[in-house]
């Protein structure tokens, strides 16, 4: 059974930064690649970052230089470094996987506030 479990959300102040994880267990036949996605209240979801399984990185144009993804396939994790946080990043990150037929999976989420 595969599970994507995302830890790392909190409250931090306007300028911070948090890093969050995405622990994978599981296997996934033919991984086409995996991302971080973020939904606020009232918004649809969008991406913020991408990484396939060759390290190929692509970001949603929001991040502007200030979000990193990177994976540390030894331990089935992915990363997402989030530095000069703004109030409009708040909302629950997610993690997300897919094969290569198209079977995506989540993570139940975790929180992040940008707030003074």
């Known amino acids: 059974q595969v599970q994507l479990v995302e830890s790392g959300g909190a409250l931090v102040q306007p300028g911070g930064s948090l890093r969050l994880s995405c622990a994978v267990s599981?296997?996934?036949?033919?991984?086409?690649?995996m991302g971080w996605y973020r939904q606020a209240p009232g918004k649809q979801r969008e991406m913020v970052a991408h990484?396939?399984?060759?390290?190929?990185?692509t970001y949603g144009d929001f991040v502007k230089g200030r979000f990193t993804v990177s994976r540390d396939n030894a331990n089935n994790t992915m990363y997402l470094e989030m530095n000069s946080l703004k109030p409009d990043d708040t909302a629950v990150y997610y993690c997300?996987?897919?094969?290569?037929?198209?079977?995506?999976?989540w993570g139940q989420g975790t929180q992040v506030t940008v707030s003074s």
């Open positions: 599981g296997w996934i036949f033919s991984l086409d690649g």
């Open positions: 997300s996987a897919r094969s290569d037929n198209g079977v995506q999976y």
């Open positions: 990484i396939t399984t060759s390290d190929a990185t």
